[in-house]
């Protein structure tokens, strides 16, 4: 069972930047484990923010493309997301995740349905 922890939330200002970890335990290993980032904002459905499969393919959502940066380090067990040039609209909590095996389909690195480990999130918050 893969236990998952994000960090790195917080608050800041339209145009700042974030970084989020999130660590792997209860696992040797996480080479074998496509992992993504994910957020969720009140009242509305979770939603594929990055996914990196592994072997380091990555794929990000429309609304953060070009601005966050997914990246992972096996030897550590974490998996990275560099958050710059933030918006209001990136408010929401942001979730790690990770699944056994390559993803099949590159939207299967941004759909919910396709992962299986989840960690309890990390909120982020920007003002504008």
């Known amino acids: 069972q893969v236990q998952l922890d994000e960090s790195g939330g917080g608050s800041v200002q339209s145009g700042g930047s974030l970084r989020l970890s999130c660590v792997a335990s209860?696992?040797?290993?996480?080479?074998?484990?496509?992992m993504g980032w994910f957020r969720q904002a009140p009242g509305k459905e979770r939603e594929g923010v990055a996914g990196?499969?592994?072997?380091?393919?990555?794929a990000y959502g429309d609304s953060v493309e070009g601005r966050f940066t997914i990246s992972r380090d096996n030897a550590k067990h974490t998996l990275y997301l560099q958050m710059n040039d933030l918006e209001p609209e990136d408010t929401a909590t942001y979730y790690c995740?990770?699944?056994?095996?390559?993803?099949?389909?590159?939207?299967?690195?941004?759909?919910?349905?396709?992962?299986?480990?989840w960690g309890l999130g990390t909120q982020v918050t920007v003002s504008s």
């Open positions: 990196i499969d592994t072997n380091g393919h990555t």
């Open positions: 995740a990770a699944e056994a095996g390559a993803a099949a389909h590159e939207w299967h690195l941004l759909a919910p349905p396709h992962f299986s480990y």
């Open positions: 209860e696992v040797p290993s996480i080479n074998h484990y496509r």
